[in-house]
């Protein structure tokens, strides 16, 4: 087996928030009814979380967690080397209902976005209201980043996590290293 | 700027999040159909000069289509509601009616 590296070998750049490619994640797209008992049980139990996220919420972490996506679709993540078995695990106690499981680890690439003024790299880059009052922990958007779709929610007081498509990690890492660079802070929250 | 909510999201999505995909409630004529069916079906729209329906996608978001009845002069949006349907809601030609005495699209007015 040749050995697995992420989009951009963790990378990382220091501005007035630190920007850093996290490195690989196990993330699963699960698409089914998410009203449905026996498919958020499932689900849940694949994450190791309690239940499914309300909308545009994330629960849990990069570690085990789900993130909601869309009205049918949500992220599962967990370990990636435990990926293949719990695709498989999803698969195998979901057998014969409608749903979809679908490893997508290496289809995606993961960034973090740390500091005070974490907010403001985002603000300048998504059309998404990121004021203190409108945008807290937990609280997940799926928009584009400048040119590019992506999702990011916020993991804690000062930190975001973001998820792109693989094959535009290296723009979406120097589109968040600019508006992270030193100088161009806005001070607005 | 145009900010339309998604129905499905809840998010106030503005303009560059979205894609147009054109009007709304089309009805379909495909093989089979008279020629001047699919003419019809093909080339004909509304073009109004006032309020219109259209279709919209939540492109760069959870990837719905919805749809968003607005005003092609004022760009007042009057609502959005989702796509599972093949007519306008109710309350949604009310409020419209309302607003705009004497609208007119296609069979509603």
Redesign the interface.
């Known amino acids: 087996m040749s050995e697995a590296i992420s989009a951009l070998a963790g990378a990382n750049t220091e501005g007035f928030a630190r920007v850093s490619e996290l490195g690989l994640h196990g993330m699963i797209t699960v698409r089914g009814n998410q009203s449905d008992a026996a498919f958020a049980k499932a689900v849940c139990a694949v994450a190791g979380v309690d239940a499914l996220p309300a ?2 919420k994330m629960v849990g972490t990069l570690e085990g967690g789900i993130a909601w ?3 049918d ?1 949500l992220m599962v993540f967990v370990p990636y080397s435990q990926v293949v078995e719990r695709v498989g695990q999803l698969n195998e106690t979901l057998a014969g209902q409608h749903f979809l499981a679908v490893n997508v680890s290496d289809a995606r690439a993961v960034f973090g976005i740390d500091g005070a003024a974490a907010r403001e790299v985002l603000a300048k880059i998504a ?1 998404v209201d990121l004021s203190p009052e409108a945008f807290g922990v937990g609280d997940l ?4 980043i400048s040119q590019i ?1 992506a999702a990011f929610w916020m993991s804690g007081e000062e930190s975001f996590r973001l998820v792109c498509f693989r094959s535009v990690a290296e723009y979406a890492f120097k589109l968040l290293g600019t508006s992270a660079a030193k100088g161009g802070e806005v001070g607005y929250f | 700027m145009l900010t339309l909510q998604c129905p499905y999201c809840g998010v106030m999505a503005e303009e560059t999040e979205l894609s147009a995909g054109g009007e709304a409630h089309l009805k379909r004529f495909g093989p089979g159909s008279t020629d001047a069916d699919f003419e019809t079906y093909m080339f004909m729209r509304e073009n109004p000069k006032g309020v219109h329906f259209e279709r919209w996608r939540h492109a760069n978001g959870c990837g719905k289509w919805f749809h968003a009845a607005r005003c092609t002069v004022t760009l007042e949006v009057f609502g959005t509601y989702p796509a599972q349907t093949s007519v306008p809601p109710a309350d949604l030609l009310d409020k419209i009616r309302a607003a705009r005495p004497g609208f007119k699209w296609r069979e509603f007015e």
């Open positions: 909308i545009r996506m869309s009205p679709e059309p958007r799926r928009t584009r779709a």
